[in-house]
DNA sequence: ACAAAAGTGTTATTTCTACACCCATGC
DNA sequence: GCATGGGTGTAGAAATAACACTTTTGT
């Protein structure tokens, strides 16, 4: 039996998730190790004809990475023709990833969606990868090992994207533990901008979005002098993804 | 012989343009009438295998309407399963413009990238449609005529999109001649907006932008005080659409 | 005591908003 | 002369940028 009943896929056409994460200022992407092979790829998978492309997008993530519920927004389609390889499909096929059935639906030229995500980060996140690959990790932005097509720029593209959307949206609901410090949350927006920023505007430019809610409560153990928690308005927050945030005209 | 050749086509995937214009405090919009059929569409078409998607934009957009060397911009794929229809499909066929041969390739699932441009209008343009197509013409966005499928909310989409990048990114190069009155970029700029917006105030804000060139020419024979023109600084302008606007973070 | 992170405020500059009067032109 | 659109400035409010000292805590 063929990995996947291709007569019911949408021909040329895939999908790809980069799924952002934030831990110890780095930014992090979840990539896919396939079994036997020695590139790295990115979540992605194909497109069922019955289904709505959007949808699909958050299966496939699930398939692939046993991640549920995560909200992917649809940045770009990457369709050059270069993104294509046949050295690439026969070295899967090689490395009996692909089989002699599947051949054919791999050798097509395929355009890709590309989705981003944003999620909470833990080091200890046990992954479900499907049966195709060996392993699903976290690596950091700056350190993304050698992905197979043109997935590193899908990541980069990505990247662009979200930090062009810094500008219009709120972030950190996602990428932060509930309650969180001033710091961490300047943390993930410096990370983001890659630009270190001013603490005092930037406390004060975050409180004027009118989104947080400071709780008394001080993070407890930490060394160092205790610093307050905040939290999420989580009204305030999603009418600002709604609605934008002020935008100039 | 069938229309197109259907065998070098990525299959299920077409190409949508919502191409704007601007004329007398209107958003103008490109559609196109196919003969022997009550409904309008979006200039679009289909991909060759052997070229790139963006590039195949470009391409279609030509063929369908005669418009050379106009940038096209990539917003979204359009993927939800409704928005094909058998129906729809059906229709074509009885009004002959899908042929038998053609009707297995247009009864595919097809998933859609819309594409937009800004370019400039004339009333008395004459567009060169495909033999498919009736006429071509421009209608105002606020009158746009029953569309096939969903091209009405793609060209929503578009706009939407469009008042969106209008705080990142310059506009109006494309849309009025080259030597402009200041009421005349407001107005571009409110017509897209849909609000209005206080002249001094606009003047002052777009001056700032340092991408205006004040002509001491002024606008000769209208009624009324004649105007100052402006025109573009090309070079400031391209640096703007590659960096953006001022942004905030 | 000291090293490291956290809390906090002021000032100068720029940007934004709201608003009104005079000028040029064609009829 | 009048209707219409065009040119121009200012004052108050808000946002931004630059900048330093004190407090808390663990070691």
Redesign the pocket.
Known sequence: MPLITYQTLHPGLSIDCVIFGFYQKEIKVLVLKLKNFEKWSLPGGFVDQTKDVDDEATNILKRRTGLKNVFLRQFHLFGDVKRNSDAHINALFNSKIIDNDSLIWFKQRFVTVGYYALIPFSPSQIFTPDNLSESCEWRSLKDIPEMILDHKEIIDSAHKTLKKELNYQPIGLNLLPEQF???ELQAVYETILEKPL????F???IL?FAMLIPTKK?RV????????LYQFDLDKYHLALQNGL?S?W
């Open positions: 410090t001033m710091s001013d603490r005092r505007n406390r004060r430019k004027n001080q153990g930490g060394a160092y002098r205790s610093p307050y002020s100039g």
